[in-house]
C-alpha cells in the first residue's frame, strides 16, 4: 500500500491530496467498476427488451426476464456502492478514531468479496441464457449489441471487484501504526494535556529558621531554675 499509517492512511486530519488520491490502484479500479456497472444496467435498461412482433417486451436473454432482472439489480447496486466507497476513501483519512477506520474496511472487503462472487453468477447466468437465445426471438437482430456489451462487462467487473477486494484486505494487514495514535483515539476521544507539574519538594538543607529568632534582645534577663 502506497499510504503509511492506521490501515493505509496517514494521520488523522491532514490535508487531502486530489491528484494522489487519483492516482491510488484503488481509485482507479472503483472508477473501473463504477463505469462497468453503468454499462451493464444502462445497456439492459434501454435495448434488453424486445416486442417480437408484440405489444409486450420481452427481454432479450431467452425471455428470461429474472436474466434482465438480475443484471439491472446488481448493476445499480454496484454503481451506487461505488459513489459511496468513493465518498468513504475521501473521507477516510479524516476518521480519527482506529476503530472507525477498522470498520470501514471491514465493511468494504465484506462487500467487494461478495459483489465478485455476483458478478461471476450475473456473467454465466446472462451468457447462458444469450447462448440459449435463438434468432427467431431477436427479429433483425434487436438488443444483441446491448446483450452482448452487458454480458462483457459483467465479465470486466469480476476483475475490479475481486482487485478492489484484494486491496480492501492489504489495508486491513496493514493494522494500525499506534505512533501516530494516543489511546484516547481508539475511542475517538481527543488527548487530554496534562497539568504541569510543579517544582519538587523541598528538602530538609532547604529549611530555614522562623523568622524574628534573629532580632531577640540578647539582654534580656534568663530565667533560672531555682536549687532546693
Known sequence: MDGVGSFGAGRAGSAFDPLSFIRQP???????????????????????????GSERLYCV??????ACNYGITIGLIAFLACIFFLILDMKFQQISSVKDRKKAVML???????WTFLWFV??????????????????LNQG??????????????????????????????????????????LDGNQPVQPYPTGPG??????????PFTENLDSNAPTYQVPIY
Open 144 to 185: 444483441a449489441d446491448a446483450a452482448r456489451a452487458a454480458i462483457a462487462f459483467s465479465f470486466f467487473s469480476i476483475f475490479t471487484w475481486a482487485g478492489l477486494t484484494v486491496r480492501a484486505v492489504q489495508k486491513y494487514l496493514l493494522g494500525t501504526d499506534m505512533s501516530l495514535f494516543t489511546t484516547e483515539h
Open 201 to 210: 519538594p523541598e528538602t530538609a538543607d532547604t529549611y530555614q529558621s522562623p
Open 26 to 52: 484503488q481509485t482507479i479500479l472503483r472508477i473501473l467498476s463504477w463505469i462497468f456497472s453503468m454499462v451493464v444496467f444502462g445497456s439492459i435498461i434501454n435495448e434488453g427488451y424486445a416486442n417480437n
Open 61 to 66: 436473454f431467452n425471455k428470461n426476464y429474472d
Open 108 to 114: 468494504e472487503i465484506g462487500f467487494s468479496g461478495f
Open 122 to 139: 450475473g456473467f454465466c447466468f446472462l451468457a447462458n441464457q444469450w447462448q440459449r437465445t435463438t434468432p427467431d426471438e431477436l427479429p
